[in-house]
C-alpha cells in the first residue's frame, strides 16, 4: 500500500516561494497520478494540481496557473509543487495523493484519489 508524506510547507510573506515535496512509499509509484489539494479553514478541499503517471497531462487550478508547476521523480518516488509568487489567499493545508484511476479528463476528482498524505501547512503572510 502506497504512503504519502508531505513536506516544505512554511510561514512565507506575500510573493515569496514555496516548494513542497511528496514521498511516496510501499509500492510502485510510476503508474500513479500524482495530485496536490489543498484546503482552507471553512472551504471546500480543492484541486491544485495534478499530474497523471506519465508526466504527459497536467492540470493547474486557474488561480495557480502560471505560479505552481508540478512534477514527478520517480527514481526517487517523490512529486514536487513548486508555489511561486504565493498569495495569502494560497494559505492552506496542502495534501498530495495518488490514484490508479484517474484519467485526463478526470484527474482533478479528489474523489478517485486513494492515498493521502497528511498534509502540509502552507501559510501566506500580506
Known amino acids: 500500500q502506497v504512503q504519502m508524506v508531505e513536506s516544505g510547507g512554511g510561514l512565507v510573506q506575500a510573493g515569496g516561494s514555496l516548494r513542497l515535496s511528496c514521498s511516496a512509499s510501499?509500492?510502485?509509484?510510476?503508474?500513479?497520478?500524482m495530485g496536490w489539494f489543498r484546503q482552507a479553514s471553512g472551504k471546500e478541499r480543492e484541486a491544485v494540481a495534478t499530474?497523471?503517471?506519465?508526466?504527459?497531462?497536467?492540470y493547474y487550478a486557474d488561480s495557480v496557473k502560471g505560479r505552481f508547476t508540478i512534477w514527478r521523480d520517480d527514481a526517487n518516488n517523490t512529486a514536487y509543487l513548486q508555489m511561486n509568487s504565493l498569495k495569502p489567499e494560497d494559505t492552506a493545508l496542502y495534501h498530495c495523493?495518488?490514484?490508479?484511476?484517474?484519467?485526463?479528463?478526470?484527474?482533478?476528482?479528489?474523489?478517485?484519489?486513494?492515498?493521502w498524505g497528511q498534509g502540509t501547512q502552507v501559510t501566506v503572510s500580506s
Open positions: 495523493a495518488a490514484s490508479l484511476r484517474t484519467t485526463r479528463t478526470t484527474m482533478a476528482n479528489s474523489l478517485l484519489y486513494d492515498y
Open positions: 510501499g509500492g510502485s509509484f510510476t503508474k500513479y497520478g
Open positions: 499530474l497523471s503517471w506519465s508526466g504527459t497531462n497536467k
